[in-house]
């Protein structure tokens, strides 16, 4: 029974081990790019670990192609944070200002020097963030960091489909699975096309290359929605068993064997395995960022009014970053308004017409 269901058999710590002494790394673009929110030492760790394995690394076509398409967005993000969070800090002083205003003459409290304290306070942490600023390196000109990822991935990255057999991947294949729910990628139908069919197109990119290998494979993905995932009252507790099942039955090698980390359980094992000084503070900076963009990831939309979109199905709400910048969010937003908005030829229209003023929101940022 364990060889017909090899799948839904978690591997011991014995058999992780022996994987890890011989197989090939695979990495999602979500792990690539969350370098750039990486602090300068967890990145170099992360740098480390790859030099290390260098023979043994490799990503799919579709992790390249995806990687150089948004690390413009990543990057832009924090750009603007510092004007975002200076704006921020002013609008909750003169806030503080008004609020105040109604206490100007209260007979114990000296509202006045309350006020001028926190003004001092804000002032300086102001500075603090133009100073940083003006230390963040403008990786627009020149992106340091893909540099050393293309170095490290020279040679490594597979091969593109034809359009042909994207045409055939997306309208026979992908169509297929959305319609039975099966992994991954179906979480995703609502996108627009073709950015909905990403996941499958990199499954199908990971199949074929493992194919060919007959090696071990780790795949590193910091993506934790549930056509990954094996999930239990909201715990992700392993890869999802029939993703392996059918990575094991398409390889054909009754030695095959496939896994998956997140990225801060891979910085993890690797520390193990590695033998490298262990660094807690630093499993731990990766552990919370996979955690902040899983609650508060949003996709680019190619839209005038609207930059990126994101909705929690759980809780139906619906988060939107406009093009000047702000963020909103959507409170009992429907599912298939989403859907409708993400599939609409124009989402600025759409929004306006259909979301704008109908649903209860509140400005994030």
């Not at 009014?305 to 909705?311: A, E, F, I, K, T």
């Not at 759980?314 to 963020?327: P, S």
Request: proline share 5%; with cysteine.
């Amino acid at each position: 029974m364990r060889n017909l269901f090899r799948g839904y058999y978690k591997p011991t710590a014995e058999e992780l081990s022996e994987i890890w002494k011989n197989c090939i790394f695979s990495f999602d673009t979500n792990v690539l790019l969350h370098i750039y929110c990486y602090t300068p030492e967890t990145r170099a760790r992360f740098f480390e670990i790859l030099t290390r394995l260098q023979e043994r690394i490799w990503i799919p076509y579709q992790v390249g192609y995806e990687y150089q398409k948004n690390r413009v967005y990543v990057i832009e993000r924090y750009v603007k944070a510092y004007e975002r969070i200076e704006k921020s800090l002013n609008e909750k002083l003169q806030d503080i200002r008004n609020d105040f205003q109604e206490y100007k003459r209260h007979p114990f409290i000296n509202t006045q020097e309350i006020l001028e304290d926190i003004e001092q306070v804000i002032e300086k942490v102001i500075s603090q963030i133009s100073i940083a600023q003006d230390h963040h390196p403008n990786y627009l000109e020149y992106d340091e960091l893909r540099e050393q990822l293309s170095d490290l991935f020279e040679g490594k990255v597979g091969q593109p489909y034809t359009e042909e057999e994207l045409e055939n991947i997306y309208y026979q294949k992908a169509e297929k699975r959305f319609q039975y729910h099966k992994p991954p990628g179906y979480k995703d139908a609502n996108k627009p096309v073709p950015k909905s069919y990403g996941d499958v197109i990199l499954w199908f990119q990971l199949i074929d290359y493992a194919k060919v290998q007959q090696r071990p494979l780790i795949f590193v993905t910091d993506d934790n929605k549930e056509d990954w995932w094996l999930k239990y009252k909201g715990e992700t507790l392993e890869p999802r068993p029939d993703l392996i099942q059918e990575i094991i039955s398409e390889v054909g090698n009754d030695k095959f064997q496939f896994y998956m980390y997140h990225s801060d359980q891979f910085l993890d094992y690797a520390e193990k395995f590695l033998e490298l000084p262990v660094q807690p503070q630093v499993v731990q900076e990766v552990r919370e960022i996979v955690l902040q963009r899983t609650v508060n990831k949003r996709i680019a939309v190619e839209s005038e009014y609207l930059r990126s979109v994101g909705y929690d199905e759980l809780n139906q709400v619906l988060e939107i970053e406009f093009q000047k910048g702000e963020i909103y969010q959507y409170k009992d937003v429907p599912a298939t308004v989403y859907a409708g908005l993400m599939s609409a030829p124009s989402h600025g229209k759409y929004f306006n017409a259909n979301i704008k003023d109908v649903y209860p929101y509140h400005k994030v940022s």
